[in-house]
């Protein structure tokens, strides 16, 4: 199996799965919805429980010296790779459960299903998932492609929709195509263009999804 089989499967989310931090230390970044990186697992090796899985490998809590206490959770993620369960790939994610605000001291009962969404997504980080956001890629892109969001609103939709991809995202599709056995030729006569390059950001999106569904050849 090709090293980057699996990583290139997971790497870009799809648009609609982003949005942009509007505050605190990572203001700028992206945010990426958790749903799909459930999505992507399962479209990859199959639906949780079957084709992959995980447990809590460790529980820990911590008291801040203000009152306050931390969570920290470990997870094990595990895929199964058509002949077997992977080694866990672990994952960490921590958030307080009682923490400080105007009023005092209050719990946080959502608290436990923030660590565990983090800590999963972290584990998924190792095996691809969105790792053009990771890498920045994808930060430069929401730039280029919307700027900020009063630009964003009253942008046409046509032209939004209308919007070129990247060097870097062309590349993304024309090793995908290659990888499931379809020619490029097919995708620019598909969509009707005179050259990959011509390709809307729309375009490649559904054509990344299709491309996605099809087994390697």
């Known amino acids: ?3 980057m089989q699996i990583y290139n499967q997971l790497t870009t989310p ?3 799965a982003i949005k942009p931090i509007q505050g605190g230390n990572l203001k700028g970044k992206s945010d990426i919805n958790p749903q799909w990186k459930i999505e992507a697992m399962t479209s990859v090796f199959g639906p949780c429980g079957i084709g992959w899985k995980f447990n809590i490998a460790d529980e820990k809590t911590f008291q801040c010296g203000d009152g306050q206490i931390l969570l920290f959770l470990t997870v094990a993620l595990m895929y199964h790779d058509g002949e077997g369960w992977s080694e866990p790939v672990y994952g960490c994610g921590g ?3 009682v923490e400080k605000n105007k009023n005092g001291l209050v719990p946080n009962d959502e608290a436990y299903k923030m660590c565990l969404t983090d800590a999963l997504g972290n584990a998924m980080k190792f095996i691809g998932v969105a790792a053009d ?3 920045g890629f994808w930060d430069s892109k929401y730039e280029e492609s919307h700027g900020t969001e009063e630009q964003a609103a009253v942008q046409p939709k046509d032209v939004k929709r209308n919007k070129k991809v990247t060097s870097y995202q062309l590349g993304q599709l024309q090793t995908l195509a290659k990888q499931k056995g379809v020619a490029v030729d097919s995708i620019v006569q598909g969509y009707k263009l005179s050259k990959l390059q011509d390709i809307t950001a729309a375009q ?5 999804n299709s491309l996605r569904k099809r087994a390697d050849v």
């Not at 490649?204 to 990344?208: D, G, T, Y």
Request: proline share 6%; no cysteine.
């Open 204 to 208: 490649w999106a559904q054509s990344m």
């Open 1 to 3: 199996m090709d090293n």
């Open 14 to 16: 799809p648009a609609e």
């Open 133 to 135: 956001v990771y890498r």
């Open 95 to 97: 958030d307080f459960i």
